[in-house]
């Protein structure tokens, strides 16, 4: 229940300090219907609350952790002296954000420690929105690092992912179209955007969904799920691209997160 004090406290903010988690979770939770308002899902994160208020989370099945509570854990795929592949599990930051959440940044060397490696220190040389899983590689060494980010820069390295996308998508398409940020997040298709190119094979559908393989050219922020959007199929969970965030079985049930997965690196 809001007390006094918290009054005119944005929803958002209210929840990460009385869950203790951080506020990415917290919008992350709201985003997917977790949080009542008086017994009325409510979805809009900067929602000022009202005295007496009750607010009820359910946070149990969400796909992230929390302050206090066990990350998601990456799993070592590859290991060398200069490099290492580690596969991302939804819901986990590549990066450390500003509130300390936990991220490969901090999992990774953690999970070197546990091998019994001696030498624990890594470097992002690519990443993955939170909500993607996949592949990752990571330097271990100064000369990967600047071998990789060249590589990286200049296209040579081959990405391809799985993605479920709306609709009948029974074809094969190359999408070559600039992308630019739109507002905040978002990200689209404009003239003024970067190059991007991006080559989708329609591996199998079903329904009013199809699995989709997605290899990139180029490497701007939400490539596949700006590029699907714009053909008119956002991924299956994608909320902030329009994408269906509920399942058309009955009872429905939430999509938690873009279903998108990076299985490939060449």
């Known amino acids: 229940v809001v007390e006094p004090d918290e ?41 000022p609350l009202r005295k007496g208020a009750k607010v009820e989370v359910t946070p149990e099945t969400a796909p992230t952790a929390g302050r206090g509570d066990t990350p998601p854990r990456p799993r070592l795929v590859y290991l060398e002296a200069s490099l290492l592949v580690v596969e991302k599990p939804a819901g986990l930051l590549s990066e450390t954000d500003r509130h300390g959440s936990p991220s490969l940044e901090t999992e990774v ?10 030498h624990c220190d890594v470097t992002l040389v690519h ?37 479920l996308l709306q609709g009948r998508f029974a074809r094969s398409e190359r999408e070559d179209a600039p992308i630019d940020r739109v507002k905040g997040t978002r990200h689209g298709v404009r003239d003024s955007g970067r190059p991007a190119l991006t080559d989708f094979a329609s591996l199998r559908h079903q329904g009013q ?58």
């Open 7 to 47: 009054a005119g406290t944005n929803l958002d903010k209210f929840i990460a300090h009385r869950c203790e988690v951080s506020r990415r979770i917290a919008r992350q939770w709201i985003r997917l219907g977790r949080v009542r308002v008086n017994g009325k899902a409510l979805r809009v994160m900067t929602r």
């Open 109 to 118: 060397p953690k999970l070197l420690k546990e091998s019994g490696e001696s």
């Open 127 to 163: 990443r993955l929105d939170a909500g993607t899983s996949g592949l990752i590689v990571m330097a271990r060494r100064s000369s990967a690092t600047r071998r990789l980010n060249q590589a990286f820069r200049e296209g040579t390295v081959g990405k391809r992912y799985m993605a």
């Open 209 to 266: 969904a199809a699995l989709v393989e997605a290899t990139l050219h180029t490497g701007r922020t939400h490539q596949i799920r700006v590029h699907a959007t714009h053909l008119g199929h956002p991924l299956l969970g994608d909320r902030l691209y329009g994408g269906p965030g509920y399942t058309v079985n009955a009872p429905p049930e939430a999509i938690p997160r873009p279903m998108l997965h990076a299985y490939e690196l060449n």
